[in-house]
């Protein structure tokens, strides 16, 4: 019981440790001024690291006590088990959501980064455009878009 209190205190140190990261990472990507990212992405990767190793703590300790679930090792040892395992675990999940959605913001932040550089190096090579700024679904050999130079168009 207490190992696993220790593992899931590590992970949800972690996972806010990783959390503030992911904060930073969106200030650089909005910035672009800095350029921290390669050290930020760094100290994540380690983050990431210790977690899965406490992860795999965690599921060697599931599987001495014959649980495959926190939720089903906590079901087992409900009469020892107190309110702090299921805080933790609880805000474990709460940790964990919030760096899903975090890691999906930066994601579209990343996608749209990328759009814009790959625009600007069409700009700047006179490289015939794809559909990027076309309608959905506009392939047609006869789009606008597709038929033009980035310098023949009204942008």
């Known amino acids: 019981m ?5 593992i899931l205190k590590a992970q949800l140190f972690l996972c806010e440790k ?6 930073k990472y969106r200030k650089d990507l909005l910035d672009r001024t800095t350029g921290h990212s390669p050290g930020i992405i760094a100290q994540q990767e380690e983050c990431m690291g210790q ?3 406490l992860e795999s703590r965690k599921q060697a300790e599931l599987k001495k006590a014959a649980a495959s679930t926190l939720e089903e090792f906590l079901v087992q040892k409900s009469n020892e088990a107190d309110d702090s395992l299921r805080n933790l675990n609880e805000r474990l999940r709460m940790t964990a959501d919030r760096l899903k959605r975090w890691n999906h913001h930066n994601h579209e932040l990343l996608q749209k980064n990328m759009a814009f550089i790959d625009f600007s190096i069409n700009v700047l ?3 015939m455009t794809d559909s990027t700024y076309a309608k959905q679904g506009n392939t047609s050999p006869h789009a606008v878009v597709s038929q033009k130079k980035m310098f023949d168009q009204k942008i």
């Open 18 to 23: 990783l959390l503030e990261l992911n904060e």
């Open 2 to 6: 207490e190992k696993m209190i220790k």
């Open 51 to 53: 977690i899965m190793a």
């Open 125 to 127: 090579t006179n490289t």
